[in-house]
């Protein structure tokens, strides 16, 4: 549901299949109950955690050389937005949601997109159409099958 939406804010950092949310927490109750950190390095966690995820979602254009500047230390919504193309190039770069310099040290830092960020696309490349903002066909998705591709003509 996440990289399905074709127009990136806010919202997106929020998209995730009930399933998804619902294994996350689990595998978060489990790392808290074994590790036993406080209450509130948890709470801090997770503020810290969603307010990034918005702040990389958001469908916000800082000035360029501010832009330059956070990205040496945070993932900006431009430096996030490359994840989020079409281009599997792309998609396989900057996964991070916090600090950019894991993407620098794991050689998966991209600083723009092939196409610019006016003209690249953004989703699931079989997926763009209004679709993925429909709720019943977002949570059906994941168990979907995969569209063969029609067979392509000798005559063409």
């Keep these: 549901m996440h990289h399905s939406d074709v127009d990136i804010d806010v919202t997106t950092a929020v998209r995730f299949h009930p399933i998804e ?10 790392l808290v109950v074994g590790i036993g950190p406080s209450v509130l390095a948890v709470v801090l966690f997770e503020v810290i955690l969603n307010g990034c995820a918005m702040f990389n979602h958001a469908n916000v254009d800082l000035p360029r050389t501010l832009d330059r500047l956070l990205r040496i230390f945070v993932v900006t919504p431009d430096m996030h937005r490359v994840h989020h193309s079409i281009l599997k190039l792309e998609t396989d770069s900057n996964y991070g949601f916090n600090l950019s310099i894991w993407d620098r040290l794991f050689r998966t830092y991209r600083a723009q997109p092939e196409k610019g960020h006016r003209n690249m696309t953004i989703g699931l490349p079989d ?15 994941p168990f979907a099958r995969p569209r063969k591709e029609p067979a392509k003509s000798d005559n063409v």
């Design 127 to 141: 997926q763009q159409s209004t679709q993925p903002t429909r709720l019943l066909w977002s949570l059906s998705f």
């Design 21 to 30: 949310i619902a294994l996350s927490m689990l595998y978060k109750v489990v």
